[in-house]
Structures are given as structure tokens and as C-alpha cells.
């Protein structure tokens, strides 16, 4: 089992050879399906509980996506933290000393190649989103609110590294 590895780019799409396999592209399939679904209700519930109340919620307008963006950096992050699975040949059990290692439970938690595709390329790159949050600093540009787009920028952008971390 390896050590989990915060290079993500190496971590999620490197770490098999380069050609993808048909259940390759249907976990990654799979897991945008899902992340774009939970993106849009959870953008609609947003939507709903901010125009329930427009004068106490309302400068909250457009923030929901930076939230989502940030909850995706985080889930992503920790993705990225769960060490890699080790490939095993079905025919052949597990040695006796395979889980005996200086981390022994870590190996419970640890994320086949595939499921890491599933839920980080897939279901992460789905459920976060740059063209929204880019479309939402324009319009707030041409709306003339420069330090909300500012604010906006700012938040989305480090709250995901922080988050990421």
C-alpha cells in the first residue's frame, strides 16, 4: 500500500498506463452523472432558501456557487489524501503480511484506481464548477459591483486551495 500522494493530477489520471479501459470511462461517467446532480439541487436549494427571505439573504445571490466550489475542493482534497489501493490479482489471496505495514488500517480506507476516477475526475469535476463562477464575477462586473466580483474572486479561489489542503 502506498502512502497517500497530494499530486492529484499524478495521483487520479497517471497512476495506470495511459489508455482507459470501458469501465474506466463508466465510473467516470457514473460519478459526473451524480456530481452534477447534487450540484444542481444543491444550487436550487440555495436558490429557494435565498429568495425565501431576498432581505436577509439576498446579498448571499450567486455565493452558493463559491460554496459548492469549495465543498468540491474539500472533497477533492480528501480524495486525493486516501492512499492508492494497491492492484491485486483476483486468482491470488492476499499474503498474510500485505496489511502489516507501518499504517495496517490504512489499507481499509485505501481507493482503487477506478474509484478515484469515479469520484474525483467524475463526480468532483462535475460538481464544481469555473465557467459559473467565472460567468459570476463577469456579471457582477458589468453590474458595477467590482469589490463584490473582488470579495467573490477571492473567496472561491482561496477557500478551494484552503480547502484542497
Known amino acids: 500500500m502506498e502512502l497517500p500522494s497530494r499530486h492529484l493530477v499524478s495521483?487520479?489520471?497517471?497512476?495506470?498506463?495511459?489508455?482507459?479501459?470501458?469501465?474506466?470511462?463508466?465510473?467516470?461517467?457514473?460519478?459526473?452523472?451524480?456530481?452534477?446532480?447534487?450540484?444542481?439541487?444543491?444550487?436550487?436549494?440555495?436558490?429557494?432558501?435565498?429568495?425565501?427571505?431576498p432581505v436577509r439573504f439576498g446579498h448571499l445571490r450567486n455565493w452558493h456557487t463559491a460554496g459548492i466550489n469549495v465543498a468540491g475542493s474539500f472533497v477533492l482534497g480528501a480524495i486525493a489524501g486516501?492512499?492508492?489501493?494497491?492492484?491485486?490479482?483476483?486468482?491470488?489471496?492476499?499474503?498474510?503480511?500485505?496489511?502489516?505495514?507501518?499504517?495496517?488500517?490504512?489499507?481499509?480506507?485505501a481507493l482503487s484506481h477506478r474509484t478515484r476516477l469515479m469520484l474525483g475526475i467524475g463526480f468532483c469535476g462535475s460538481f464544481t464548477t469555473f465557467s459559473t463562477f467565472s460567468l459570476d464575477v463577469v456579471n457582477m462586473i458589468e453590474a458595477g459591483q467590482l469589490r463584490s466580483a473582488l470579495k467573490y474572486g477571492l473567496a472561491n479561489n482561496a477557500g478551494g486551495f484552503a480547502a484542497a489542503a
Open 82 to 109: 486516501f492512499p492508492q489501493a494497491k492492484a491485486r490479482a483476483t486468482s491470488c489471496p492476499p499474503t498474510a503480511g500485505a496489511a502489516s505495514s507501518l499504517f495496517p488500517t490504512l489499507e481499509i480506507f
Open 11 to 53: 495521483t487520479l489520471a497517471y497512476s495506470k498506463p495511459a489508455h482507459m479501459s470501458a469501465l474506466d470511462a463508466c465510473a467516470i461517467g457514473a460519478g459526473a452523472f451524480c456530481g452534477a446532480l447534487a450540484r444542481y439541487r444543491l444550487g436550487l436549494a440555495a436558490a429557494e432558501h435565498i429568495s425565501s427571505d
